[in-house]
């Protein structure tokens, strides 16, 4: 967790300890416990799960992302925003940088999408970056066509360059900058929020989509935010507002039981960040933009730390 220019380590029980400082961004592996933040545009601090310190110095360029490969300590750096050229007839396409942090190899990939369009070009939507499985093999983005006014989201197979799955705006009802998709962590499959009325799916890496809720059976009016997946995928956390005239501030916390298909509301909101820990028998959300709450489940208690609005992820 963050807080000014420190990074804080908290036990279960709430007691906080400054990890170390630093300037930059930062990402966790839930496998390993590694971690890796920036210190400029050019520097990367690695710290692996013994909390060894490695630092790498990159070329200097301009990298838009950069993220950790959770199955490997591999290192994603992306070199592209994610937009086509300004030419219509240029398709869309990502290029990004793999450094193995284990050899320090780096090697240059890019990826072309040519989406099923005949009469227009397809830039992807500004609201949400493409979010890559764990294993790197498939890759979940949003699109938008400026000729039919349209957008949506399409599943892409990274090695083969084959589309696997594509909805358009008449499937995703909730703003797509809200909907945050989620991998589980061996990659096989993607838990998002879609539909009208607005239910939870679970799409399988091959591109097959199953609904996983009825929430319209009893409620009006509502959307459902940012889905997580337990690492043992046997829940998932998601918020979800009944007041659709303020979807920012009445976000309430629900936990739904995969095995069973019953969703438990928390009666928490507002609700934001949803990260679980390793042994998927934690939950930690912010609530109300100011305060971090570990939530026991087995226990059925919470812990709050106070003023603390930014949750990193879980070491183990």
Same mark, same amino acid.
């Given at each position: 967790?963050?807080?000014?220019?420190?990074?804080?380590?908290?036990?279960?029980?709430?007691?906080?300890?400054? +990890?170390?400082?630093?300037?930059?961004?930062?990402?966790?592996?839930?496998?390993?416990?590694?971690? *890796?933040?920036?210190?400029? &545009?050019?520097?990367?601090?690695?710290?692996?799960?013994?909390?060894?310190?490695?630092?790498? &110095?990159?070329?200097?360029?301009?990298? %838009?992302?950069?993220? +950790?490969?959770?199955?490997?300590?591999?290192?994603?750096?992306?070199?592209?925003? =994610?937009?086509?050229?300004?030419?219509?007839?240029?398709?869309?396409?990502? #290029? =990004?940088?793999?450094?193995?942090?284990?050899?320090?190899?780096?090697?240059?990939? &890019?990826? $072309? %999408?040519?989406?099923?369009?005949?009469?227009? !070009?397809?830039?992807?939507?500004? !609201?949400?970056?493409? /979010?890559?499985?764990?294993? =790197? #093999?498939?890759?979940?983005?949003?699109?938008?066509?400026?000729?039919?006014?349209?957008?949506?989201?399409?599943?892409?197979?990274?090695?083969?360059?084959?589309?696997?799955?594509?909805?358009?705006?008449? =499937? %995703?009802?909730?703003?797509?900058?809200?909907? $945050?998709?989620?991998?589980?962590?061996?990659?096989?499959?993607?838990?998002?929020?879609?539909?009208?009325?607005?239910?939870?799916?679970?799409?399988?890496?091959?591109?097959? /989509?199953?609904?996983?809720?009825? %929430?319209?059976? #009893?409620?009006?009016?509502? /959307?459902?935010?940012?889905?997580?997946?337990?690492?043992?995928?046997?829940?998932?956390? *998601?918020?979800?507002?009944?007041?659709?005239? $303020?979807?920012?501030?009445?976000?309430?916390?629900?936990?739904?039981?995969?095995?069973?298909?019953?969703? #438990?509301?928390?009666?928490?909101?507002?609700?934001?960040?949803?990260?679980?820990?390793?042994?998927?028998?934690?939950?930690?959300?912010?609530?109300?933009?100011?305060?971090?709450?570990? +939530?026991?489940?087995?226990?059925?208690?919470?812990?709050?730390? $106070?003023?603390?609005?930014?949750?990193?992820?879980?070491?183990?």
């Amino acid at each position: 967790m963050m807080s000014n220019s420190n990074i804080y380590s908290v036990d279960k029980s709430g007691q906080l300890q400054v +990890l170390m400082k630093y300037d930059g961004s930062m990402d966790i592996s839930p496998y390993s416990g590694a971690m *890796f933040y920036w210190s400029d &545009n050019y520097t990367i601090h690695y710290i692996s799960a013994d909390h060894s310190e490695r630092i790498i &110095n990159l070329p200097e360029m301009e990298y %838009f992302r950069a993220w +950790l490969n959770t199955e490997s300590d591999t290192i994603i750096l992306g070199k592209s925003d =994610f937009l086509s050229a300004r030419d219509e007839h240029t398709p869309l396409q990502d #290029t =990004f940088t793999i450094l193995d942090l284990k050899t320090g190899i780096s090697y240059d990939k &890019n990826i $072309q %999408f040519k989406m099923n369009f005949d009469d227009a !070009s397809t830039r992807s939507g500004p !609201s949400m970056e493409p /979010l890559y499985d764990p294993t =790197f #093999t498939k890759v979940l983005f949003a699109w938008w066509n400026p000729v039919l006014l349209d957008f949506g989201m399409a599943l892409w197979d990274v090695e083969m360059g084959k589309e696997l799955w594509n909805q358009n705006s008449q =499937f %995703f009802q909730t703003p797509i900058e809200f909907i $945050q998709p989620d991998w589980q962590l061996d990659g096989s499959a993607v838990f998002l929020s879609g539909g009208w009325p607005v239910e939870i799916y679970r799409l399988s890496n091959l591109g097959e /989509l199953i609904q996983l809720s009825r %929430f319209s059976a #009893t409620l009006e009016d509502y /959307l459902i935010f940012e889905p997580k997946i337990s690492p043992d995928g046997n829940y998932l956390a *998601f918020t979800l507002n009944a007041d659709t005239n $303020q979807p920012i501030e009445s976000r309430i916390l629900y936990i739904l039981n995969l095995k069973t298909g019953i969703a #438990t509301n928390y009666c928490i909101s507002p609700v934001w960040k949803l990260a679980w820990s390793p042994d998927s028998r934690q939950l930690a959300f912010v609530l109300e933009k100011n305060n971090t709450i570990i +939530l026991d489940l087995e226990k059925n208690q919470g812990v709050v730390i $106070q003023k603390m609005p930014e949750i990193y992820g879980w070491r183990k």
